[in-house]
């Protein structure tokens, strides 16, 4: 199935695949609690002790970066959050089992959970593949090329721009979710319990 989908829709839809097999693994979270919210560093996980998620919680909300780590050991994501929505530049990474720093496939700019800036995106052998341009959350710019080198129409280009933020948002959520599914445990008096 993944190999399908890597041919139908790209190597994101393979990721977030993956990533969707990943949540039905064991996961251990390890974080603190104040007034029966997560606060304070967060730590996830998998059944084989590997590392999967790090990042910090202020009373319930997510604040700064969220690391995300696939059962490779890879670094597939970074996520900056302030009061607990994207804001900063997002990054994600190719996966695989390189001990070399894994090849970027995205930065996007965010600001108050909405893409403001630029958002660019690389094929896995490193070529450019896209820059989108984004002003409060809505598409004013976009050039993109082909596997092969050649540059898209700006409607080919814009239609891509659709597809990618549809693949990314729904690869970000699955990431978001896993964290979401395996909270600190907290007590009614917002101790760990």
């Not at 900063?88 to 800036?117: D, F, I, M, V």
């Not at 978001?176 to 760990?192: F, H, I, M, Q, S």
Request: with cysteine; glycine share 10%.
């Amino acid at each position: 199935m993944v190999g399908a989908a890597q041919l139908i829709l790209g190597g994101a839809a393979a990721a977030l695949l993956a990533v969707g097999v990943c949540q039905a693994q064991p996961f251990t979270s390890n974080g603190n609690c104040r007034d029966g919210l997560p606060h304070g560093n967060y730590e996830l996980r998998d059944a084989k002790g590997n590392v999967r998620a790090v990042g910090a919680f202020n009373r319930g909300k997510r604040t700064g970066s969220f690391i995300f780590w696939s059962s490779e050991g890879a670094r597939i994501a970074h996520l900056p959050f302030d009061e607990d929505a994207l804001s900063g530049t997002l990054a994600l990474w190719y996966s695989g089992k390189s001990t070399r720093e894994p090849q970027r496939k995205l930065e996007a700019t965010y600001s108050h959970g909405k893409l403001n800036g630029d958002k660019r995106s690389w094929y896995p052998d490193g070529r450019r593949r896209a820059e989108y341009r984004y002003e409060n959350g809505t598409l004013n710019q976009a050039s993109a090329s082909r596997e092969s080198g050649q540059a898209m129409s700006d409607a080919d280009a814009r239609a891509q721009a659709l597809r990618d933020a549809t693949l990314d948002d729904a690869f970000v959520a699955s990431l978001l979710a896993t964290v979401a599914a395996n909270p600190p445990r907290c007590d009614g008096n917002g101790d760990k319990a």
